[in-house]
């Protein structure tokens, strides 16, 4: 009789350990319809094509079981129903990646572009289109470049606050900046560097990386480095 009872505790621990960790992987949102009491359709699969089995009303919370580029299976919270829903009627709220992002405090700058100004990129937890997306980043936004692999950059999005990948179709590498009084440009991170040029105050220049102190950029066809103290972003 023991041994059963400790068979029983080790199986329910077990079954604890594998539910924790799904909760930490767990992708949570909301339905989000043009009107404010639309309302969208549950499929059996994700396709049009697919029967109707239940519908989910604008603001509906929902767990993300599965995403794809045009469906996401979803359950609905407040009914337990889970079906597939049209991926552009879902607003992915909070995702638990493992582990927690790394927050950079300097690296290799860029932005988001994209052929139209309103656009929004995927960022996915891997290098890949086969990766879940867990956020969106908007044409212009600033990214710091923390890996490569592939086509793909891992980024950290101050905007939103995550660590991601996102293809390099999306990405322009550097920021646009100016300065915010006369600088030296110098030929390395400190004032022990030989001197290239004096950047005027007001003059444009690009961001190329950043440092705790010093950051690297690109002005009048020239590349060095200026004190953090002299510039800030457009």
Not at 11 to 18: E, H, N, W
Not at 138 to 167: D, E, H, M
Request: some cysteine.
């Amino acid at each position: 009789m023991k041994r059963k009872i400790s068979l029983l505790i080790a199986l329910c621990l077990i079954l604890s350990a594998f539910a924790s960790f799904a909760l930490a992987d767990t992708v949570t949102g909301y339905i989000k319809t043009p009107a404010s009491d639309g309302s969208v359709n549950i499929r059996s699969q994700g396709s049009a094509k697919y029967p109707i089995i239940g519908w989910a009303k604008n603001g509906a919370q929902v767990e993300i079981l599965y995403q794809g580029n045009y469906w996401h299976k979803v359950r609905v919270l407040s009914s337990g129903k889970v079906g597939w829903v049209y991926a552009q009627y879902v607003q992915i709220t909070s995702y638990s990646p493992d582990p927690a992002p790394y927050v950079p405090t300097d690296g290799t700058m860029a932005t988001v572009t994209t052929k139209y100004a309103g656009s929004v990129v995927n960022l996915r937890t891997g290098p890949g289109t086969e990766y879940a997306v867990v956020s969106g980043a908007r044409s212009g936004a600033s990214l710091t470049v923390l890996a490569s692999q592939g086509n793909w950059y891992q980024v950290y999005v101050p905007s939103r606050g995550v660590t991601a990948w996102i293809s390099r179709n999306y990405v322009s590498l550097g920021l646009n900046a100016y300065a915010t009084g006369d600088v030296n440009l110098r030929t390395g991170p400190g004032t022990e560097y030989a001197r290239i040029s004096v950047i005027k105050k007001g003059v444009p220049l690009n961001v190329l990386s950043q440092g705790s102190n010093w950051s690297q950029v690109y002005c009048n066809g020239q590349t060095g480095y200026i004190s953090n103290k002299y510039w800030a972003y457009r």
